[in-house]
Nanobody
Framework: QVQVVESGGGLVQAGGSLRLSCAVS????????MGWYRQAPGKQRALVASISRGGNTNYADPVLCRFTISRDNAKNTVDLQMNSLKPEDTAVYYCNIRIFTGTNFWGQGTQVTVSS
């Protein structure tokens, strides 16, 4: 069974930085896209950033030029470096992986709280 585990969330002041990490274990499938989503209270889960196996990246407009996604294909890990954090970035962040069959796997989520 594929396991997706996030780490690195926490509480930070506005303007600060956090780095989220996600590790995929027990995986026997080739991973296509890896990404991060977030869900704030009362809102739907939304894409933050994604990265293809070849390194092509995609970012949501609110995080452009502040967040950077990276992955290590050999280690099956994906990181999200978050700089210049704002209170509106407060949410539960979820790691998502999609294998080449189209199946998605999700982590349990990690809380990011940005105080003003």
């Amino acid at each position: 069974q594929v396991q997706v585990v996030e780490s690195g969330g926490g509480l930070v002041q506005a303007g600060g930085s956090l780095r989220l990490s996600c590790a995929v274990s027990r995986n026997t499938f080739a991973i296509n896209v890896m990404g991060w989503y977030r869900q704030a209270p009362g809102k739907q889960r939304a894409l933050v950033a994604s990265i293809s196996r070849g390194g092509n990246t995609n970012y949501a407009d609110p995080v452009l030029c502040r967040f950077t996604i990276s992955r290590d294909n050999a280690k099956n890990t994906v990181d999200l470096q978050m700089n210049s954090l704002k209170p509106e970035d407060t949410a539960v962040y979820y790691c998502n992986i999609r294998i080449f069959t189209g199946t998605n796997f999700w982590g349990q989520g990690t809380q990011v709280t940005v105080s003003s």
